[in-house]
């Protein structure tokens, strides 16, 4: 049957040319890069080249790109690395309330060493309010953590705003750019930022490749003590395939990323569209314009997201929830809660995310199978038929 | 697959779907804001479960299990029917995933809520027409362990977290914590 993917935001495909690249250092180039001998030394060049590459397509130097395994993995190094190591000048964190689990968990694992947070606000669209970050840093504060790219709801946020007001403060600031980096322009100089995390698995580079760029003379405590890779910030041995795709990758995007915005984009506003005049009750989620451009989510009323995910599955369609069924935890997205949707409408949450193969008629295939769907499910629901009941009066 | 293909066969062509529009009883269970709601429709005869419709706001689990629900109980009498537990749905489901089974899993209940709604309204029946009964809409789940927690129960049995209702988002969270751990609102200490 035919597959039309539209999880970017899940993990997107590999690049060929990053498989390509990968290989060699999976089979006959197996080195350590912290070895002497000429196996070592191929090694650490070819990571070292990643790491150029890494930091050219964020505007940073190669000595401030560290990797890591996940995004999430540098999310904590960020967030707890950071205020442990500034700790004597505070013990308060803020964070927006629509940050990545690994964000906000960590703010609140930093409670076991005597911190707060504050979590700040966002609107109905995602957005944070620069302003309500300067209200909630106190002289306490030792960093800020706002995502730059929301990958529930696509929203951009206003990072270069939000940094000023911190550097203002004197308060180094982190920003999640997972969803981000590889899909749109990103520039840690422009953007102002102290700290910043991206994952290869989000711009067609292999998963467990990930780095955090930590700009010089930003203080942070290693995760992982024992050894003096990463610059002694983080041991261990290096993934060196997975760097090396994620340099690939990093490469791919720095040519290609202006026509790679714009077909997602021409797509996404399509879906964006066409969706909701094909289906009744149905709300885009986070903001029309300042969104990513490969992202197009939505809630739907009177549906559960998991079912339509599953139907949509069935139809050879792939996209993801973040409705309560779906998380393993089986609570409701807590970032369609805090832009203030409720519930029972949260529970209908989806997001269609195109990747680089995506194409008009995948578009076409899926507004064709989605609207039955929703009206099989509704047939079935209490909550439509309450709708009706309550509309005919 | 998360789910086994019995789960997915009615999940796909799901068993008495639909309304009874002069039902004897109606029992609804759960709610949207626990993820899932069923409302289930009876008609009896001699003591016997006739008809039974559902309709089902939910994820493939909870649409399964309401079909499979309607599918074992109908024909039989009320008191067998009443015999129907959660667990032997899950078990005629071919299992379900350990996370789904107390949330989506909520069909016998109401089953039972429908079966005690026409009860109830056949021992008033020379007074007045009582309303649909319902059970555990009041019922959710530890957000910590996800251990469920009866009625106004403030600290959950399975894990010992003190628990309260955000005034916020009116979801569960840790007692005399500062912030909602699902809407992140900041919460007054009592």
């Known amino acids: 049957m035919k597959r039309v993917y539209l999880d970017h935001i899940a993990a997107t495909p590999i690049e060929p040319r990053v498989v390509e690249t990968m290989l060699p250092f999976l089979r006959e180039k197996h080195g350590n890069p912290q070895s002497l001998h000429s196996e070592g030394q191929e090694a650490l060049e070819a990571m070292e080249e990643a790491r150029a590459k890494v930091g050219e397509l964020i505007g940073a130097s190669n000595e401030e790109i560290f990797f890591t395994a996940s995004g999430s993995e540098a999310n904590n190094f960020a967030v707890k690395g950071i205020a442990l190591a500034r700790r004597e000048k505070g013990n308060h964190v803020v964070v927006s309330a629509v940050e990545h689990q690994s964000v906000l968990s960590s703010a609140r694992s930093l409670e076991k060493f005597g911190f707060s947070s504050t979590l700040v606000p966002v609107d109905r669209h995602g957005l944070v309010d620069p302003e309500d970050v300067k209200r909630a840093i106190k002289k306490e504060t030792v960093l800020v953590s706002v995502m730059l790219a929301n990958s529930e709801v696509g929203t951009v946020e206003p990072l270069a705003e939000i940094a000023r007001v911190c550097r203002d403060a004197g308060v180094p600031v982190h920003t999640d750019a997972v969803a981000a980096v590889g899909n749109i322009p990103v520039d840690v100089g422009a953007l102002g930022v102290d700290a910043l995390s991206l994952a290869g698995d989000q711009f067609y580079g292999p998963k467990g490749s990930a780095a955090l760029f930590i700009r010089k003379g930003t203080r942070i405590l290693p995760l992982v003590d024992g050894g003096i890779q990463e610059a002694g910030r983080r041991a261990g041995t290096e993934n060196v395939a997975g760097i090396v795709g994620l340099g690939k990758a990093a490469e791919i995007a720095i040519s290609g990323l202006p026509e790679r915005m714009m077909r997602t984009e021409q797509l996404r506003d399509r879906l964006i569209d066409a969706l909701p005049r094909l289906v009744d009750h149905v709300l885009l989620t986070g903001h029309r314009e300042k969104r990513l451009p490969h992202h197009a989510s939505f809630c739907v009323r009177f549906v559960e997201g998991e079912a339509m995910l599953l139907n949509l599955d069935m139809k050879g369609v792939a996209a993801s929830s973040g409705s309560a069924c779906t998380s393993r935890a089986l609570r409701a997205s807590h970032v369609l809660l805090a832009m203030g949707i409720d519930h029972a409408l949260a529970q209908g949450s989806l997001v269609f995310s195109m990747v680089d193969g995506t194409t008009e008629e995948d578009i076409d295939y899926l507004l064709d199978v989605f609207p039955p769907i929703v009206e099989r499910l509704r047939k079935m629901s209490p909550l439509y038929t309450e709708f009706m009941k309550e509309s005919r009066k | ?190």
């Open chain 2, 1 to 190: 697959m998360i789910y086994s293909e019995k789960v997915m066969e009615h999940f796909q062509n799901p068993r008495n779907v639909g309304v009874i529009k002069e039902a004897d009883g109606v029992g609804q269970v759960g709610n949207p804001v626990c993820g899932d709601m069923m409302t289930f429709y009876i008609k009896v005869k001699d003591n016997r479960l006739e008809d039974i419709k559902f309709q089902t706001f939910g994820c493939g689990a909870a649409i399964a299990v309401s079909s499979m629900v309607s599918e074992m109980a109908i024909g039989k009498t009320l008191d067998e029917a009443m015999k129907i537990t959660n667990e032997t749905v899950a078990e005629e489901l071919g299992g379900l995933p350990k996370n789904k089974l107390h949330c989506s899993n909520l069909g016998a209940d109401a089953l039972h809520a429908a079966i005690e709604d026409f009860r109830k309204k056949r021992a008033v029946t020379e007074k007045e027409e009582g309303a649909g009964a319902s059970s555990g809409a009041e019922k959710c789940y530890c957000p910590y362990c996800d251990g469920p927690i009866e009625g106004l129960e403030e600290y959950c049995q399975s894990c010992q977290v003190e628990i309260e209702e955000c005034p916020h988002c009116g979801t569960l969270t840790k007692k005399a914590g500062d912030k909602c751990i699902n809407c992140g609102a900041e919460i007054e200490p009592m």
